[in-house]
């Protein structure tokens, strides 16, 4: 099985750019970023850095989000906001240049906030179509975007909260934009969070499944630090046949170079059995 480190949430010790090298130094050769930069379409320079730091570290670039605005003020996308469609389709072209640049295959729109007083079916359909506009985009570079159920304890306004959810706006931009690359982002951490059973999910969603993500529930630690039996979930994961990267998009309980202990373990029954 294959893991990557998502450096918005992991290395924040360091600054961005020296990021990658922590995880190489790690023993990863993968990483993942949510939107790493502050307007939607950042200069060249700025863009220029980040390629060069992802490069000189060896690591390979196998996620990355587009522009979901301020998440630390509790902003969750922009494509389905009629405040923020404008930006997010500024952003694709940026976002789609940057996977085509570093062979990155997994594009995440987050789907954004309900607006007060937005009618709900209208929100949907701003969301459906501006998703179908990003799947045409990556097409060009065999990307797929990838859509994300996020638990409401966090993120409250957030309408997206299920995998039944997600597969919904999935079949619909799928249908109505007529693209075949959206699929799901199982984050196994937010579902657990919203009663779901992981190996249930794996075991009727998996052929379905864009990319992963993990952390242990309920302190979004790494495995280990929560109630989510690791083990058994990523065998069952392995089992199912899913071909893509593990995100570890978890708080690491401590310094973030310390935190992978549960996953040298494994490794280590792995190479024993």
């Excluded at 020296?18 to 970023?33: I, K, M, Q, S």
């Excluded at 966090?154 to 597969?167: D, N, R």
Aim: net charge negative.
């Amino acid at each position: 099985m294959r893991f990557d480190i998502n450096l918005s949430i992991l290395f924040t010790e360091l600054p961005l750019l020296e990021r990658p090298a922590a995880a190489r130094a790690a023993g990863f050769d993968a990483v993942e970023l949510w939107w790493p930069f502050g307007v939607p379409v950042p200069g060249d320079r700025e863009v220029d850095a980040l390629l060069r730091a992802l490069s000189d570290a060896g690591v390979r670039l196998v996620g990355l989000n587009f522009d979901a605005g301020d998440m630390a003020a509790g902003e969750r996308g922009l494509l389905s906001r009629p405040d923020g469609s404008a930006r997010f389709c500024d952003n694709i072209d940026v976002v789609v240049g940057i996977a085509e640049a570093t062979g990155c295959r997994v594009l995440n729109a987050l789907f954004g906030n309900r607006v007060p007083d937005l009618d709900i079916h209208a929100q949907e359909e701003l969301g459906v179509a501006n998703l179908g506009v990003a799947a045409k985009a990556a097409r060009r570079c065999g990307a797929t975007v990838v859509v994300e159920a996020l638990n409401s304890y966090e993120s409250p306004e957030y309408p997206i909260t299920s995998t039944g959810a997600a597969l919904h706006i999935i079949d619909r931009v799928r249908e109505e934009a007529r693209v075949d690359n959206v699929a799901f982002l199982a984050d196994l951490y937010h579902l657990a969070r919203m009663g779901e059973d992981p190996f249930a999910v794996i075991e009727r969603h998996a052929g379905r499944f864009g990319h992963v993500q993990i952390a242990d529930a309920p302190g979004r630690g790494q495995p280990g630090t929560g109630e989510i039996p690791y083990a058994s979930v990523l065998d069952a994961l392995d089992a199912s046949g899913y071909p893509g990267h593990v995100g570890l998009e978890y708080r690491p309980v401590g310094p973030s170079a310390d935190s992978f202990a549960w996953l040298q373990a494994a490794r280590r029954i792995e190479e024993n059995a």
